[in-house]
Nanobody, 117 residues
């Protein structure tokens, strides 16, 4: 069974930075694309960024130029460096493999990010 454990969230002022981490187990991590998603209160879960097994990245327009996704296959970990944070970035952030997102059991508990103005 896939297990995903996110960490690194917290409270930060607008303009600040945070680095999120997600450790994956129960999968061959290096072979999987990984992605970050976020869900603000009362809203649907949205795509934030993805990184392929080969290291190719893609971002939602709302975070381009501010967020950077990366991975360390030796540690089964995917990261999200978030800079120039805005109040609208406030959400719970989740990682997952895109091929697994339709399985409710695959999601971790997420990590909460709150950006104050």
């Amino acid at each position: 069974q896939v297990q995903l454990v996110e960490s690194g969230g917290g409270l930060v002022q607008a303009g600040g930075s945070l680095r999120l981490s997600c450790v994956a187990s129960g999968m061959i991590f290096r072979l999987n694309s990984m992605a970050w998603y976020r869900q603000a209160p009362g809203r649907q879960r949205d795509f934030v960024a993805t990184i392929t097994s080969g290291g190719h990245t893609n971002y939602a327009d709302s975070v381009k130029g501010r967020f950077t996704i990366s991975r360390d296959n030796a540690k089964n970990t995917v990261y999200l460096q978030m800079n120039s944070l805005k109040p609208e970035d406030t959400a719970t952030y989740y990682c997952n493999a895109p091929r697994l997102i339709s399985d409710p059991r695959s999601w971790g508990q997420g990590t909460r990010v709150t950006v104050s103005s």
